[in-house]
């Protein structure tokens, strides 16, 4: 029996453009789902889809969806239903960081780290939880940051805004247990993706800071947007038909939260 099995499943995945959510979209496809997925880089989402249907023959389509705007979730959100009848997974992966010391932060940085990394999620959760909640069934995963779990020098506010996070899916993992809705989060540590070469690209504090981390991995590098997508697809699978409300990080050993 292979529960980690996705056909007939629709996945609706924010952030699925590019780094993990890009890997997350083609292994839910290669496990057999049909996926939407909702990213405000249009392009890069239609050149994601393309490749992962042509390689998969799954069913993979791509909106324009900015997660900071509610009204564009709800019709991302809307269309993908009415397109795909369903959607039984709704994985949060949209986010977006610069590193910073706190004092030197604006409060329109803030807005904006806030926005995308938390308020995305309130506007997808609320927007799909009806429809689930109709079903009767469904998995939510959102993917928070180890930062949020440990701190993490220069990056305050995204640090909280993941944390955030974690507090805001145990509470929907107990609000929605009774409609057949797990929620849990998933919480990377330094993975190689598009956002973090940019990062690396804005300054010598960055860069500095992004290059000192590796020697504080067990593993000695930095790990790869394919080393998360499984454990997404596991926690969304019947495989854990009874983890909910639960924090997973996948980190290569850089923290070991008891
Ligand atoms: N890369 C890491 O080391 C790392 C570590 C911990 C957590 N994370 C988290 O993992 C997730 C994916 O990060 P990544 O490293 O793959 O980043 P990435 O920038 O490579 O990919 C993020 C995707 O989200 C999309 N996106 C950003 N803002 C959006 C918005 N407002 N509306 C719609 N789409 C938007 C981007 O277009 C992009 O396709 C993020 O939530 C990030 O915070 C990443």
């Not at 939407?36 to 239609?46: L, N, S, T, V, W």
């Not at 995305?120 to 993917?143: A, D, F, Y």
């Not at 989060?185 to 690396?200: K, S």
Request: with cysteine.
């Amino acid at each position: 029996m292979n529960l980690i099995n996705f056909e007939n499943k629709t996945v609706l995945i924010t952030g699925g453009a590019r780094g993990i959510g890009r890997a997350i979209a083609g292994m839910f496809a290669e496990q057999g789902a049909d996926v939407m997925i909702g990213d405000f880089r249009i392009e890069d989402a239609q050149i994601a889809a393309g490749e992962i249907s042509l390689s998969t023959g799954r069913r993979i389509e791509a909106m324009r969806a900015d997660v900071t705007d509610f009204e564009q979730v709800k019709k991302l959100v809307g269309e993908t239903i009415r397109r795909f009848d369903k959607i039984d997974v709704l994985v949060n992966s949209a986010g977006w960081d610069r590193l910073m010391p706190f004092v030197k932060t604006t409060p329109d940085l803030w807005e904006r780290i806030i926005s995308v990394n938390f308020r995305g999620v309130l506007h997808t959760c609320h927007t799909t939880l009806p429809h689930m909640c109709e079903r009767k069934q469904g998995s939510i995963i959102n993917i928070s940051s180890d930062t949020a779990r440990v701190g993490s020098f220069g990056e305050a506010i995204y640090a909280a805004s993941k944390a955030a996070i974690i507090a805001f899916s145990k509470t929907l993992a107990r609000e929605h247990a009774r409609d057949h809705i797990r929620v849990n989060a998933v919480c990377p540590g330094l993975v190689e993706t598009p956002l973090i070469e940019e990062m690396r690209a804005d300054d010598d504090f960055t860069a500095k800071i992004l290059g000192s981390i590796v020697n504080y991995i067990p593993f000695k590098r930095l790990g790869r947007p394919e080393e998360i997508a499984p454990v997404v697809l596991f926690l969304a699978s019947d495989a854990a038909s009874y983890i909910t409300g639960q924090i997973l990080s996948v980190n290569g050993g850089l923290n070991m939260v008891g």
